[in-house]
């Protein structure tokens, strides 16, 4: 069974930071691109970073500079630094895995990130 879970998220002041973490189970991490998206209550579901398996990475514009997406592939996990956090950040972060061959994708629950003073 694929699981994947995400954790650490939380509430924080502007400009503070914020570490996510997601954890896969089920699948051959190491074959997967995985994303970070995100969700705000009202508006349309957001790409927010990505990183292919072999460690290509892209950012959304509205947090380049801000994010750094990374993978650990021995702990089957990927994390999230964020910093200088800003209301607009705001949202449900989701972790999705899609398979390098196939069309395998899978999701999580997500976690809560809340900025606000």
């Known amino acids: 069974q694929v699981q994947l879970v995400e954790s650490r998220g939380g509430l924080v002041q502007p400009g503070g930071s914020l570490r996510p973490a997601c954890a896969a189970s089920?699948?051959?991490?190491?074959?997967?691109?995985i994303a970070w998206h995100r969700q705000a209550p009202g508006k349309q579901r957001e790409l927010v970073a990505h990183?292919?398996?072999?460690?290509?990475?892209t950012y959304a514009d509205s947090v380049k500079g801000r994010f750094t997406i990374s993978r650990d592939n021995a702990k089957n996990s990927v994390y999230l630094q964020m910093n200088s956090l800003k209301p607009e950040d705001t949202a449900v972060y989701l972790c999705?895995?899609?398979?390098?061959?196939?069309?395998?994708?899978?999701w999580g629950q997500g976690t809560q990130v809340t900025v606000s003073s």
């Open positions: 999705n895995a899609r398979a390098v061959v196939g069309s395998a994708s899978f």
């Open positions: 089920g699948i051959t991490f190491s074959l997967y691109n």
């Open positions: 990183i292919s398996s072999t460690g290509t990475i």
